[in-house]
């Protein structure tokens, strides 16, 4: 079952896609981050799986101020530069505020338990890195944060569980960016990190050109653990 959910901040409002496991009375909320693609298929399909699995999930969209319910594709050229060109202009310290504010509504959400997490993809995955660095949810699960390595001194502000899948051979986040991004994890037992050795970035994105069914799979896996053990 899908609905939509409108959060109000500050400067205006912003709508989330939500999707509901059918049948429960009570269960956790996971925050589900986009890319640079806005709430698009491939993030309400991500967002319907987490329904699947017992979770109500919840997708806000980011680039609520500069391009309400945007939904692009990766298999349109066009849709790449807009989507970067968002990406660049991106507020993030306003981006973690946005999210800050969905996991206070998650929280108080009809049939929600009061447990949230929060998980995201590219600009996604630095969105819950972030976010576990400077607000607030019960756990976090980042694929390849792109920039990660420019905040990784903010590591040691990481006060919950974060999970963090890393694909090696990332374009966006290069050999030197990884080992920044692992030193400053390393510092802190509630990060846990995880290499995908022959990976691209997006390797974990439902039908993306770089998807790896493998990779995918077992990064899958992890985050399902890791969400029913602190969820």
Not at 102 to 126: D, E, H, I, Q
Not at 158 to 176: F, N, Q, R, S, T
Not at 187 to 201: K, R, S, V
Not at 221 to 226: E, H, K, M
Request: charged content about 20%; glycine content about 10%; proline content about 4%.
């Amino acid at each position: 079952m899908t609905e939509t959910l409108t959060i109000q901040v500050a400067d205006g409002s912003f709508h989330c896609h939500v999707a509901r496991p059918p049948g429960l009375t009570s269960a956790p909320v996971i925050v589900v981050l986009q890319e640079i693609f806005g709430v698009n298929a491939g993030i309400r399909e991500i967002a319907d799986g987490y329904a699947a699995q017992g979770y109500i999930a919840v997708a806000p969209d980011l680039f609520w101020r500069a391009d309400p319910g945007l939904s692009l594709s990766e298999q349109q050229a066009g849709d790449w530069a807009r989507g970067f060109a968002l990406y660049s202009a991106y507020d993030r310290q306003r981006g973690v505020a946005d999210i800050a504010a969905t996991v206070r509504a998650a929280r108080a959400m009809a049939g929600a338990s009061g447990k949230v997490g929060v998980t995201g993809y590219c600009l996604g995955g630095l969105m819950t890195y972030l976010t576990a660095a400077r607000a607030d949810a019960d756990a976090f699960v980042a694929y390849y944060g792109g920039s990660t390595e420019d905040y990784a001194a903010e590591a040691n502000n990481v006060g919950k569980p974060l999970l963090y899948h890393l694909a090696e051979e990332d374009e966006y986040i290069g050999k030197e960016a990884q080992r920044t991004i692992r030193d400053a994890f390393a510092a802190n037992p509630l990060i846990e990190l995880h290499g995908y050795p022959g990976c691209n970035h997006a390797f974990a994105r439902p039908r993306g050109s770089h998807y790896d069914p493998v990779a995918a799979t077992q990064a899958n896996a992890r985050t399902a653990a890791f969400f029913k053990q602190h969820l």
